[in-house]
Every structure is written in structure tokens, then in C-alpha cells.
């Protein structure tokens, strides 16, 4: 099956590597039932492997979970607790891709996402942003991602009831994802 990411402009199979100035991870949670906590990680590593149609692509990433930020040092630290994130145990959480197919304007990316030694099948919705060259030369694709893991899952369960009823955190998180790839 051919798709219309192949047909773009510019296309080619071959090996990408992330820009990471260019690139980010974010995400969010539910915080006190009435507004949402935003956060990002500031290093992570992925690479892409374009086939010769969409089907045939793979991504891989890798994100560091020391490199969480929340705009609140003390709550970074939390995070990396055994509470939330441990990340002394496990400083990283990786995405392996096991299979990709378009629908309608989205990308759907399915594969595994691991957390805290906890590996479970998640499913990315992307929108392709294109292809272009820079101005230096570099072919660069671009790419939105975004996906909502249940943290507890993960076992990420640390929460705490408020006295006016319900708890501290949801347990919904949603992962989002800016990303710029260098042609190799």
C-alpha cells in the first residue's frame, strides 16, 4: 500500500535522526480535579526509518528521565522519586514502534512504551508536517505526535485525597511530541 506520507515531496527511505533543538517532549496531568500541570523532558534521542511506502517505517526514541522539568525544583525532584518517575532505578523510558498506517490526515504509530520496567502497547496519532531542506543543506521531516497513557498502568500510583473529595492528580496523562528529523 502506498501512502500519501511516500507521495509527499522530498520523500525517501532512508535513516532519520532527531534534531533535538528543533524537537520536543512535553506532557500533562490533571492536578486538583480543576486545571492540568504541564512538564517536558529536555533530553531524548529517536531515530526513524522511512520505507518504501508508510507501512514500512520504524521509530525508535529514548527519553532520560532525569531531564524532567516541571517550572518547580522541588516537584522535578519528587518526580524522580519512587513515588512518580524512579528514576534511579530506571533513568529512561523508550517508544519502539511495531507498526504504522495512516488514517484519514493522522499517522497512527503503534508500539510499545516502557516506564518504570513496565512495558505497554500505546498508540501515537501523528500529523506529518512535510519536508523540506534547510539552510545548511540538511533534509528534514517534521512531525506532531501526541498519545494519553494511563499513568497507573505504569505503576505510577502515588495520589493523595482532597478533603473536598476526589484526589490530588489524574490518572490520565497525555504525551505530546514536536519533532524534527535530519536525513542521514
Do not use: C
Not at 88 to 115: A, N, R
Not at 128 to 155: E, L, P
Amino acid at each position: 500500500m502506498a501512502s500519501s506520507l511516500s507521495a509527499t515531496p522530498g520523500y525517501v527511505a532512508g535513516t532519520w535522526n532527531l534534531d533535538p533543538s528543533h524537537s520536543e517532549v512535553t506532557f500533562s496531568v490533571r492536578h486538583l480535579a480543576i486545571s492540568k500541570i504541564k512538564g517536558s523532558f529536555s533530553t531524548f534521542t529517536a531515530s526513524l526509518i522511512t520505507g518504501e511506502t508508510l507501512t514500512d517505517s520504524h521509530v525508535e526514541a529514548t527519553i532520560d528521565i532525569a531531564s524532567v522539568s516541571t517550572g518547580n525544583a522541588q516537584r522535578d525532584g519528587h518526580l524522580q522519586t519512587g513515588e512518580f518517575f524512579l528514576a534511579d532505578e530506571y533513568p529512561q523510558m523508550t517508544f519502539v514502534s511495531s507498526s504504522t498506517d495512516e488514517d484519514d490526515d493522522d499517522v497512527l504509530i503503534k508500539g510499545d512504551l516502557t516506564l518504570r520496567g513496565v512495558t505497554r502497547p500505546v498508540t501515537l496519532a501523528a500529523e506529518f508536517g512535510g519536508i523540506t531542506v534547510d539552510g545548511y543543506g540538511q533534509t528534514k521531516a517534521g512531525f506532531s505526535a501526541k498519545t494519553k497513557i494511563d499513568r497507573t498502568d505504569f505503576g505510577v500510583n502515588w495520589n493523595a485525597a482532597l478533603e473536598a473529595g476526589g484526589f490530588t492528580l489524574g490518572d490520565t496523562v497525555t504525551i505530546e511530541l514536536e519533532l524534527q528529523f535530519i536525513l542521514q
